[in-house]
């Protein structure tokens, strides 16, 4: 739960940290990368770091 490792999507301009990011967890298998891909912080995961 929390941060995790960066991750993101061939298909999305943002990458992902945050468990709870439900874009970031409905990523297709085909997509899904690990790390931040030099892209900028999804802003779902901003908010969850906020909570
Ligand atoms: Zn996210």
Redesign the pocket.
């Known amino acids: 739960m929390g941060i995790k490792n960066p991750w993101h999507s061939v298909k999305q301009p943002v990458y992902?940290n945050?468990s709870e990011?439900n874009?970031?967890n409905n990523i297709e298998k085909e997509n899904w990368r690990s790390g931040t891909g030099g892209k900028r912080l999804?802003d779902?995961?901003k908010d969850w770091a906020r909570k």
């Open positions: 992902h945050h990011c874009t970031g999804c779902e995961c």
